[in-house]
Antibody
Framework: QVQLQESGPGLVKPSETLSLTCIVS????????WSWIRQPAGKGLEWIGR???????NYNPSLKSRVTMSLDTSKNQFSLELRSVTAADTAVYYCARESGGYYNGRNDYWGQGTLVTVSS | QSVLTQPPSASGTPGQGVTISCSGS????????VNWYQQLPGTAPKLLIY???QRPSGVPDRFSASKSGTSASLAISGLQSEDEADYYCAAWDDSGHGVFGGGTKLTVL
C-alpha cells in the first residue's frame, strides 16, 4: 500500500519561500508522476504541478514562475518550492501519486495534506 | 475561477439518484480523459472514477460516470448519508497541465 506524508513548516512569512517534502513509502518514486495540489480553506482544488524521474515536469502556468519541484530517489521523496509567497498561497497542500498516461493520469494515492499559512 | 465548470451544489434524499455535471473545452475534457474525486469533510480527496468511467477497486458500483464531447457527468444512485461530500472533476489540458472543476457540494437531505 503506497503511503505519502507531507512535511514542512506550517508558517511562512510573506515574500519568503514555502518548502514542502513528501515522503513516499510502499512504492518507489522511480516510476509514475508525483504531484502537488493545494486547497485554500473553503475553496476548491488547485493543481500545482507534477514531476517524474524522467525529467518531465509540468507546472500550473499561473504558478510556473515561482514553483520548482524535485525528486530525491535516494530518499524516496519529492519536494515543492514556492517562492515569493503571499497570503493567497495559504492553503492545505497535498502531495499525490499519479498513475496512468501523460494525458490520462489520475491521482490514486494522496497524502493527508499539510496546512501552510503565510503570515508575518 | 476554475477551468472546468461544475454546479456548486447538489442534493438528494437517501435512496435517490443524483447527477453532477462537469463542463470543459475542446482542449481539456474534449480531448483527454476525465477523473472524479470525492472529498469527505476534513479529509484528502479520494479517486472515485478515472479514465471517464472506470471505478478503482473498492468504489461501489452506485458511482458511475460518462463523458460526451466537452462535458462529463458523475451519477450516484441509491444515495447514502455517507455520500455527503465534495465532488471534483479533473482533466488534463493539451499542454499537460492538470485542471480541476470548482467542486460540487453534495447534500443528502
Amino acid at each position: 500500500q503506497v503511503q505519502l506524508q507531507e512535511s514542512g513548516p506550517g508558517l511562512v512569512k510573506p515574500s519568503e519561500t514555502l518548502s514542502l517534502t513528501c515522503i513516499v513509502s510502499g512504492g518507489s518514486i522511480g516510476s509514475n508522476y508525483w504531484s502537488w495540489i493545494r486547497q485554500p480553506a473553503g475553496k476548491g482544488l488547485e493543481w500545482i504541478g507534477r514531476d517524474s524521474v524522467s525529467g518531465s515536469t509540468n507546472y500550473n502556468p499561473s504558478l510556473k514562475s515561482r514553483v520548482t519541484m524535485s525528486l530525491d530517489t535516494s530518499k524516496n521523496q519529492f519536494s515543492l518550492e514556492l517562492r515569493s509567497v503571499t497570503a493567497a498561497d495559504t492553503a492545505v497542500y497535498y502531495c499525490a501519486r499519479e498513475s496512468g498516461g501523460y494525458y490520462n493520469g489520475r491521482n490514486d494515492y494522496w497524502g493527508q495534506g499539510t496546512l501552510v499559512t503565510v503570515s508575518s | 475561477q476554475s477551468v472546468l465548470t461544475q454546479p456548486p451544489s447538489a442534493s438528494g434524499t437517501p435512496g435517490q439518484g443524483v447527477t453532477i455535471s462537469c463542463s470543459g473545452s475542446s482542449s481539456n475534457v474534449g480531448s483527454n480523459t476525465v477523473n472524479w474525486y470525492q472529498q469527505l469533510p476534513g479529509t484528502a480527496p479520494k479517486l472515485l472514477i478515472y479514465s471517464n468511467n472506470q471505478r478503482p477497486s473498492g468504489v461501489p458500483d452506485r458511482f458511475s460516470a460518462s463523458k460526451s464531447g466537452t462535458s462529463a457527468s458523475l451519477a450516484i444512485s441509491g444515495l447514502q448519508s455517507e455520500d455527503e461530500a465534495d465532488y471534483y472533476c479533473a482533466a488534463w489540458d493539451d499542454s499537460g497541465h492538470g485542471v480541476f472543476g470548482g467542486g460540487t457540494k453534495l447534500t443528502v437531505l
